[in-house]
C-alpha cells in the first residue's frame, strides 16, 4: 500500500486475524488489534495497539466501538474476522449454543459495520472486508447453524457492497476453506497433514492484502481460497 494506513482488525489475537496484522505490520501500518486478548500480542510494535472487547458481549459493543473510534480517529480499514465454529446436527445445538454462535458469527459483524460503516464513508477512500468462509458458499453435513452463520455474513457483504458502492468504502469478503489455526482446537476434525491439506493463515492474510493495496477504483467483491487436496482427519 502506498499510503500509510490505520486498520482495525478484530479477532487479532490468533489465527488468520493475527497473521492479517504482522502483515500490515510488516507494510508499515498501524493496527488497532480487537478482541479478548489482542492487548497480549505484537507487545513490542509500536504501530498496535490492542484492545480488550468481547464481541459476543452485544450490549457492550456500540459503547465500545464509540470509545475506539475516538481515540483512533484515523481509522480507514476495518477487517472483521472474530468468529468460532461448531459443528454437530441441530438436535445436537442446544438453543443458548445457537444465539451464541450467531451473536459472534453475525450479529457483532453488523454491529461493527454499523459503527465503522458512517466513520469509514467520510475517508475519500477506505475498506471493509470481512473473513467469511466455504461455509458461507455451501452447505455441508452437521454444519447448518455454522454456515448459516457464514451465508448470513455473505449476504450481508454483498449489500452492503452494494448500499457503499456510492462512497470511498470498498466491501469485500475473503473465504477461505480449511485454515491451519486454533479454530480447530475445540473441534472434533482438522485438516489433513500434508502442506496441500490446508491452507496457512499467511495465505489469507495475503489476499486480505491484495484486497487492501488494490488501486481505489477497483474492488475486490470476494475470493475463495481452498487447500489444493481436501483432506479432513477425524
Ligand atoms: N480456520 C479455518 O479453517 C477457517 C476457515 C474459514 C473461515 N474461518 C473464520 O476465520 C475467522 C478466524 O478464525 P481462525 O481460524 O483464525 O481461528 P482462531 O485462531 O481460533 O482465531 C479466532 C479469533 O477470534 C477471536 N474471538 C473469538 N471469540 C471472540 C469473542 N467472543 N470476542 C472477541 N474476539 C473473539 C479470537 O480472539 P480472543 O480469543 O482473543 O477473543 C481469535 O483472535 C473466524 O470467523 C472463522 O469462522 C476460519
Redesign the pocket.
Same mark, same amino acid.
Given at each position: 500500500m502506498s499510503r500509510q494506513r490505520t486498520l482495525l482488525i478484530?479477532?487479532?489475537?490468533?489465527?488468520?486475524?493475527? !497473521?492479517v496484522a504482522q502483515m500490515m505490520l510488516n507494510e508499515g501500518h498501524t493496527v488497532i488489534g480487537?478482541?479478548?486478548?489482542?492487548q497480549?500480542v505484537f507487545v513490542n510494535e509500536s504501530h498496535y495497539y490492542g484492545v480488550k472487547?468481547?464481541? !459476543?458481549?452485544l450490549k457492550t459493543l456500540p459503547e465500545k466501538f464509540k470509545k475506539i473510534t475516538q481515540q483512533y480517529s484515523s481509522i480507514d480499514g476495518v477487517v472483521s474476522?472474530?468468529?468460532?465454529?461448531q459443528f454437530a446436527s441441530i438436535e445436537e445445538f442446544s438453543y443458548e449454543q445457537i444465539q451464541q454462535l450467531i451473536d459472534?458469527?453475525v450479529t457483532?459483524h453488523l454491529y461493527l459495520a454499523r459503527a465503522m460503516v458512517p466513520f469509514l464513508k467520510k475517508h475519500q477512500s477506505s475498506d471493509l472486508l470481512f473473513?467469511?468462509?466455504?461455509?458461507a458458499l455451501s452447505g455441508g453435513r452437521r454444519g447448518a447453524v455454522?454456515c448459516a452463520?457464514?451465508f448470513a455474513l455473505r449476504g450481508f457483504a454483498q449489500a452492503l457492497r452494494e448500499e457503499s458502492s456510492k462512497s470511498g468504502l470498498r466491501v469485500s469478503i475473503v473465504?477461505?476453506?480449511?485454515?491451519?489455526?486454533?479454530?480447530?482446537?475445540k473441534l472434533h476434525f482438522r485438516?489433513g497433514d500434508e502442506p496441500e491439506n490446508?491452507?496457512e !493463515?499467511v495465505d489469507?492474510a495475503q489476499a486480505v492484502s491484495m484486497v487492501l493495496n488494490a488501486r481505489a477504483g477497483t474492488v475486490f467483491d470476494e475470493i475463495n481460497l481452498s487447500p489444493q487436496k481436501k483432506v479432513i482427519r477425524f
Open positions: 478484530t479477532g487479532a489475537s490468533s489465527g488468520i486475524g493475527y !497473521a480487537v478482541s479478548r486478548r489482542s497480549h472487547v468481547d464481541m !459476543a458481549a474476522c472474530a468468529g468460532y465454529g459472534l458469527n457483532s473473513i467469511g468462509s466455504e461455509a455454522y452463520s457464514k473465504n477461505p476453506g480449511m485454515v491451519k489455526t486454533e479454530f480447530f482446537d485438516p490446508y491452507i !493463515a489469507v
